[in-house]
């Protein structure tokens, strides 16, 4: 607790070691946790994904300055749901942060796995929140790959940023993902790349197409050149734009509302399967056709 007044006061390396606790899901979590929650819920948390290569972390390092233009603090966490660990990709992308090492309005942190159950999942609202508490404006939540672990990351921010390039033929991997669902916002980036306005006029048709009610945001669509940090400065303007829209219309409060409702199942779910001991005993009567797996289901649960 005096570790969260630390970080509160924006002790870089408290804030640190408040992300290892929470990634590592260390004793006296739940202590660290209520002691952030009066603190909460001013971070405006934007969420980037797409497809490896499409330019996320260099999308995430021009928003950052750009954002420190304008007198914000940033956080970014970059999570990698599939790797157990923080492989070449982060290593890459500290090389692309360097610029901001030395601002004190910057913080960056990955998180990988760690391989250990529910993992990210679990950890990600955790180490938002402590970014939440510790002030910062932003928080940019940057994951790697479009799978569903992705979805289940990106699905903790307010606003889903999701990024495409002319010509990668991603417009179909991420749908299968799931992930153009969730998009508020469509980043066209490598927009100095051929393709770039084939690839808008897709996703128009996409959208227009859409199942989405008639009161529901309208996922805004722009292009952008990271490296030239072209294009940035709408993408700010188009940010803030749906923030307003969903504190206004009660989509931010509803997403927050379901977001900590399948927090709490998570952790409920891990309780129970904690009770619950072990299946494999049941596991080897089934599969020595003794009893089937509704009545082992059964004789799990007796106990509880
Ligand atoms: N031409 C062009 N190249 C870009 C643009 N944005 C990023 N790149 C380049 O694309 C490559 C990949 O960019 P990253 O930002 O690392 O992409 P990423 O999505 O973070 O990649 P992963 O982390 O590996 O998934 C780098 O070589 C960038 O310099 C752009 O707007 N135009
Ligand atoms: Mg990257």
Request: charged share 20%.
């Amino acid at each position: 607790v005096q570790l969260v007044d630390a970080a509160r006061g924006g002790d870089t390396r408290a804030i640190a070691r408040l992300l290892t606790l929470v990634e590592s899901g260390a004793a006296g979590l739940a202590q660290v946790s209520s002691a952030l929650m009066p603190h909460v819920g001013n971070a405006h948390i934007v969420g980037i994904t797409g497809a490896p290569g499409v330019g996320k972390s260099t999308t995430t390092s021009a928003l950052t300055r750009a954002l420190r233009d304008q007198g914000k603090t940033v956080a970014v966490l970059a999570v990698d749901p599939s790797s157990p660990f923080s492989g070449g990709a982060l290593l890459g992308d500290r090389v692309r942060m360097q610029g901001h090492a030395t601002d004190p309005g910057v913080f960056i942190r990955s998180m990988a796995s760690r391989g250990h159950l529910g993992g990210l999942s679990a950890a990600t609202p955790q180490a938002l929140r402590v970014l939440d508490a510790c002030g910062f404006d932003v928080v940019l939540l940057e994951t790697v790959g479009v799978g569903q672990s992705e979805v289940e990351v990106i699905g903790q921010a307010d606003t889903v940023l999701v990024l495409l390039a002319p010509g990668m033929g991603d417009g179909i991997q991420a749908a299968k993902a799931g992930i153009l669902e969730i998009a508020d916002v469509f980043v066209v980036n490598k927009a100095d790349r051929d393709g770039a306005a084939a690839t808008i006029r897709e996703l128009r048709a996409m959208i227009a197409l859409g199942t989405r009610a008639p009161t529901a945001w309208k996922p805004a669509i722009v292009s952008t050149v990271a490296t030239k940090a072209e294009g940035i400065d709408d993408l700010l303007a188009v940010m803030d734009q749906h923030r307003d829209w969903a504190s206004r219309s009660g989509d931010l409060e509803q997403r927050r509302l379901q977001r900590v409702v399948r927090e709490i199942e998570a952790l409920a779910i891990d309780r129970v399967r904690e009770r619950l001991g072990g299946a494999e005993e049941h596991a080897r009567a089934v599969l020595a056709g003794r009893i089937d797996p509704y009545r082992a289901a059964e004789l799990l649960t007796y106990s509880l």
